[in-house]
């Protein structure tokens, strides 16, 4: 069900990684995150495209991608903490779509000016969800932090 | 990191030019700058530039989030850089990836460090460096030269 009442600073959101061929992944403490290229705004768009782990599974996230005609197995999912992205001054805003509910995309304030550095710093708040963590949660566990 | 400072090593990407030959004598680039101890080729290398070359099989949202296809003079010049920082003492392999825009990108990270680079079809490259210890050395910025990154990346 669509909702696109303002999205809570405890929430988590995810986003699709291609994670083979170009990998879009680096490693990243005991795990790996997402560079700071994949979560960038893409060219000629507004914000750069997520969903909301309450809303779309990480599985779901991942089948959204053969509507494209693209394959599921080139891809990872990684998970941004919503107060982590507002703390570098973006905004997380819910845009559901007939695909994903959970439809979100993190943007830019308007009239703020933003460093390069600012996805670098993002990507660094990343962590790709590893296997065992999609099966938990698509079991209904909640993410552990 | 500011352009042309510390003598020259890149001055532009017509002129990268090392070769990263497997003895490593040969980097005539780098082996201008003193304080940068050469070695042979890793072996990384090859895998590496590999990566490079696949980026031109990516076609437009290859991403699945609208990236564009990339830039085969992004991936050229993007190659003999790796080429000539390979050659350096120090100098990790870096995670070989592609921006949204449609270029090659080369990514470091030890985790305390990292070094984000974007190489622009018109050989100028973007970069941003986080030191994560001292953020008052955080430099980002756009430059034609690359001399500065064989220094970050031997700093860590």
């Not at chain 1, 999912?77 to 805003?93: G, I, S, W």
């Not at chain 2, 990154?149 to 031997?154: D, H, I, V």
Request: glycine share 8%.
């Amino acid at each position: 069900m669509a909702d696109s009442r303002p999205i809570a600073d405890e929430e988590v959101i995810l986003k699709r990684v291609r994670a083979n061929d170009p990998h879009c992944i680096q490693p990243y403490g005991d795990g790996y995150r997402a560079t700071s290229f994949a979560v960038r705004i893409p060219p000629g768009q507004e914000g750069s495209s997520c969903s909301r782990l309450r809303l779309t599974s990480p599985r779901t996230l991942l089948s959204l991608v053969t509507l494209q005609g693209g394959s599921s197995d080139d891809y990872l999912v990684c998970r941004m903490r919503v107060t982590d992205v507002r703390a570098l001054n973006l905004e997380v805003l819910a845009l559901p779509t007939d695909e994903d509910p959970g439809h979100c995309e993190i943007r830019k304030t308007v009239g703020q000016h933003y460093p390069a550095s600012v996805w670098s710093r993002l990507a660094k708040t990343t962590r790709i969800l590893t296997a065992a963590e999609v099966a938990s949660i698509e079991a209904g566990d909640e993410l552990v932090e | 990191m500011t352009e042309g400072t510390a003598g020259v090593v890149f001055s532009g990407a017509e002129t990268i030019t090392a070769d990263a030959s497997p003895s490593g004598e040969s980097c005539e680039a780098f082996s201008r700058q003193p304080v940068l101890a050469l070695r042979s080729a890793p072996a990384w290398l090859d895998e590496r530039i590999g990566q490079l070359r696949s980026l031109l099989q990516l076609q437009d949202n290859w991403d699945s989030y609208g990236g564009r296809a990339i830039d085969r003079q992004s991936v050229e010049i993007a190659t003999q850089l790796l080429k000539a920082l390979a050659v350096v003492e120090g100098v990790e392999a870096p995670t070989v990836t592609a921006s949204p825009d449609g270029n090659a990108a080369l990514c470091w990270d030890n985790g305390r460090r990292s070094l984000d680079l974007e190489v622009m079809p018109d050989g100028r490259f973007e970069y941003v460096f986080l030191n994560e210890e001292d953020a008052s050395k955080d430099d980002e910025g756009i430059t034609s030269s690359a001399e500065g990154f064989a220094e970050l990346l031997t700093a860590w």
